[in-house]
């Protein structure tokens, strides 16, 4: 395992520590960290059969720790946000826009490189086009496990819902991450596309080296 790696996975332990201590509602803890809960295995079980590329290790963290502060403050509740909205003169609280917006640039990208390394989608018109649907299809279910939390939990699902009174709230939702998956894929695919040759060309690497072993003994 690469140092980048551990210190990433190390970071992440430390802070969702943190988060877990004290959090402002615990329930809403649970629901907000839960994307990290699943992700942190996957990850780890998947990283020597499809290990990813370090850009999108780093960006799965950073999203990660979005996701872990939002959880141990609530969303209304993050300080970054207050001074966001404060420096912005916003009318409340934008830290769940934040987070929105990177449900849809980090999942863009991973899909990208899913089906970039698959050869599952050929044109990159077509590409870019595979991943905005996969980062809408993404922020609808996650709107709808909203919807059921609040139809489940009434009043309890307030603080992990964070509508902070906007009637829009999904709607703005379900925009910031068709945003954030537009700019990813405007911002970073050229990146993304030496970032993905690169991890190809370390996987081919140690496959490559016992047949010239082979071809070179008498």
Known sequence: MRLLHIVLCLVLLAVLAWSGIEPYDRATWWMEVAPVLIALPLLAYTYRSFPLTDMLYVLI?????VLIVGGAYTYARVPFGFDLQHWLHLQRNPYDRI?????????????????LRGGYVQGRRM?????????MAISAWY???EWAAAVALGQGADEFLGTQGDQWDTQS?????????????L?????HD?????????SLAPAAAPSSMRRQSP
């Open 61 to 65: 963290a950073l999203h990660a720790l």
């Open 99 to 115: 987070g929105h917006f990177m449900q849809g640039f980090v999942p863009a990208l991973v899909a990208r490189e899913i089906l």
């Open 194 to 202: 030496r970032a993905v040759a690169a991890r190809q060309a370390a």
């Open 127 to 135: 590409l870019a086009f595979v991943c905005l649907c996969i980062v």
């Open 173 to 185: 939702d379900m925009f910031m991450a068709f945003v954030g998956g537009t700019c990813a894929l």
């Open 143 to 145: 709107e709808l496990i």
């Open 187 to 191: 911002l970073l695919s050229r990146w």
